[in-house]
């Protein structure tokens, strides 16, 4: 993780707001939710309440998303972590093929 992940994955599990460089985290206080994103992408979105988190590649199968992404599960403790072969999103339960990334594909995380 570097030093920008680090950042905002600090902002994100203290509630906090961070716009630096390529992304930025928003917390609501009145919806509880922490949103994260990437080149004005939202790419995450925590229920702190819940503790829910629930990510999207928004279609870009870039290694930035998918290290933000996997930056973010591994600060919350998820053990969910992606990979990107072929242009196609595999995620580590079981090598899991989820196929292409699409545009608006939420991907809730349960682990």
Do not use: D, F, P, T
């Given at each position: 993780?570097?030093?920008l992940e680090n950042k905002i994955t600090q902002a994100l599990k203290t509630?906090?707001?961070?716009?630096?460089a390529n992304t930025a985290v928003e917390y609501s206080v009145a919806t509880e939710l922490?949103?994260?994103y990437l080149h004005g992408n939202q790419i995450?979105?925590?229920?702190h309440e819940k503790q829910e988190l629930k990510v999207n590649f928004c279609g870009y199968a870039t290694n930035t998303t998918r290290n933000?992404?996997?930056?973010?599960c591994?600060?919350?403790n998820y053990k969910t972590w992606f990979n990107?072969?072929?242009g196609e999103l595999h995620k580590n339960v079981g090598n899991e093929k989820l196929g292409k990334v699409g545009d608006d594909a939420w991907i809730t995380i349960t682990d």
């Open positions: 993780m570097n030093k509630r906090g707001v961070i716009n630096q922490s949103k994260v995450a979105e925590y229920n933000r992404i996997n930056a973010i591994e600060a919350l990107i072969r072929g």
